[in-house]
């Protein structure tokens, strides 16, 4: 019977002398003296392996070669022997072998050390080689973690009465505006990827639904290489009708990160460990701070002139919530709100799409008028997520199509959502590589993609 690394221990202290298996990959090999040391890794950690003489014991192995004699590290074996205590043994047990078979033997030219230190890995290199670099303990764990925060996303949506969705990625139109859209070739016309599901989950409220969530893969064509942007992510989206504004919606997301977090904490201490990560606790959560657009340029501000940096100079002004300005917001809030995570609502018109509800229902005059329900999250100094309350009425929206440079026509599939009643509705979408990145303290957001792609990278 094959027992994991993890249930080794509790294997010793209950089968008392009797003969286990455990299968991996050979992590690490010592010799020291007379006997041989083998570190056997499996999905759930490591196990120490005991080679009574190095190459020389008197079993064979089912290969007929002396136990352990021609092993390679990664090379994948079952090792079958009797657990027992041994506090300097990693999980303080090992496995005294009576035998060892090799199923895979991996070649001797690993284009990295494996069992090494993640930060002398080249990012180029873990990434050519993700079958390899994923075998990293450390670099792995980044991906339990993702696990665990898509789950529980999933979970505490449904514990609120949310359906999960899935909709196409193959669209007629772009949702987000811009031109960071990827063409494809669909029969005799071009179709897009989708930037959003943003459309079918305001579809899904209008058809009924009320509340709907969305784990999936959205594609942005931008061309610019940062330590931020994928061309392709996982969007954590969230839609739900009879709202009344984007506060709502902040309230809900400061409630989903919080069990986020929470589960995290719970399920992956070991994997926090290995990045000496700190996650935050839901009471941080919930004191984080939302001001306004108008609001944080003025803190931002205040902050650059605090920090030393002169922007009271008008060539020194930060005018826009840059990335600069969001690392110092979240300085700012971290200082006085005690929180790295922090929400910015009523952006102008200008910077939200065209889906987007104004601040007054008036008739587009005055200040407020040109300000939207919207808001973004920014945790540790990076926007994680959108939102906003939408636009249903019909009039209104075939109005806002064109002064966003869309025409009616190519969009009348959506408009038809709402000539037949659509509630008040809202949502948001978190960046699920941004935020597994932040919660790490991960440098490029590249490193939370399995297999990221960009502007030259399509492989593996
Ligand atoms: P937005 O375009 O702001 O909003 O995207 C939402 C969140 O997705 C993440 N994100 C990215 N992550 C990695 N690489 C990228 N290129 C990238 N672009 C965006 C960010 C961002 O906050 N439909 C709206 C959401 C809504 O209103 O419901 C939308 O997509 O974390």
């Given at each position: 019977m094959r027992i994991l690394a993890k249930d080794m221990l509790a294997a010793a202290q209950k089968r008392h002398q009797e003969e286990v298996e455990a299968a991996g990959w050979i992590h690490r090999i010592r010799d020291m003296g007379g006997i041989r040391f083998v570190i056997l890794r499996d999905r759930s950690g490591l196990l120490q392996l005991v080679l009574s003489e190095a190459g020389t014991s008197t079993e064979a192995s089912a290969e007929g070669s002396p136990l352990g004699a021609d092993l390679t590290l990664e090379s994948v074996v079952v090792a079958r022997g009797i657990p027992a205590l041994n506090e300097k043994a990693p999980g303080g047990v090992e496995l005294r072998l009576r035998s060892l078979e090799c199923l895979s033997?991996?070649?001797?030219?690993?284009?990295?050390?494996?069992?090494?230190d993640v930060s002398k890995i080249g990012l180029e290199s873990i990434l050519d080689n993700r079958s390899l670099s994923l075998r990293n303990p450390k670099i792995r764990s980044i991906f339990k973690i993702q696990s665990t925060i898509i789950e529980a996303f999933a979970a505490y949506l449904r514990q609120q009465d949310f359906i999960e969705i899935k909709t196409s990625k193959l669209v007629g139109s772009g949702t987000e505006g811009g031109t960071n859209l990827f063409a494809v070739d669909y029969f005799d016309r071009k179709v897009y990827l989708a930037q959003s599901p943003q459309l079918y989950k305001q579809t899904m409220v209008a058809a009924g639904l009320e509340r709907v969530f969305e784990i999936g893969a959205v594609y942005r064509a931008e061309k610019h290489d940062t330590p931020r942007h994928l061309n392709e992510y996982v969007s954590l989206d969230v839609?739900?009708?009879?709202?009344?504004?984007?506060?709502?919606?902040?309230?809900?997301?400061?409630?989903?990160?919080?069990?986020?977090?929470?589960?995290?904490?719970?399920?992956?201490?070991?994997?926090?460990?290995?990045?000496?990560?700190?996650i935050p606790d839901p009471a941080s959560v919930a004191r984080a701070p939302t001001v306004s657009y108008e609001e944080c340029l003025k803190i931002v501000n205040a902050e650059a002139?605090?920090?030393?940096k002169s922007a009271a100079s008008a060539s020194a002004r930060i005018f826009d919530i840059t990335p600069e300005a969001e690392r110092l917001l979240c300085e700012w809030?971290?200082?006085?709100?005690?929180?790295?995570?922090?929400?910015?609502?009523?952006?102008?018109?200008?910077?939200?799409?065209?889906?987007?509800?104004?601040?007054?229902?008036?008739?587009?005059?005055?200040?407020?008028?040109?300000l939207t329900m919207s808001f973004d999250a920014i945790f540790r100094?990076?926007?994680?997520?959108?939102?906003?309350?939408?636009?249903?009425?019909?009039?209104?929206?075939?109005?806002?199509?064109?002064?966003?440079g869309l025409r009616p026509e190519d969009m009348a599939g959506y408009l038809a959502v709402f000539k037949y009643g659509c509630p008040p509705h809202?949502?948001?979408?978190?960046?699920?590589?941004?935020?597994?990145?932040?919660?790490?303290?991960?440098?490029?957001?590249?490193?939370?993609?399995?297999?990221?792609r960009d502007r030259k990278r399509v492989e593996p």
């Open positions: 033997k991996a070649a001797g030219d690993l284009p990295f050390q494996v069992n090494g839609e739900l009708g009879f709202i009344e504004s984007e506060k709502e919606l902040i309230e809900l997301e400061k409630n989903l990160l919080a069990y986020i977090f929470a589960q995290v904490i719970e399920k992956n201490a070991a994997d926090i460990a290995l990045w000496n990560a700190v002139v605090r920090g030393g809030s971290l200082r006085e709100h005690g929180s790295d995570l922090a929400f910015v609502n009523e952006f102008p018109r200008r910077h939200r799409p065209f889906y987007t509800y104004p601040l007054s229902s008036g008739s587009g005059t005055g200040e407020a008028a040109a100094g990076l926007e994680i997520t959108s939102g906003s309350r939408r636009q249903h009425d019909y009039n209104a929206l075939a109005e806002a199509l064109p002064k966003f809202g949502g948001f979408a978190i960046g699920c590589e941004r935020l597994t990145q932040k919660l790490l303290g991960l440098p490029n957001v590249k490193e939370a993609s399995l297999f990221p």
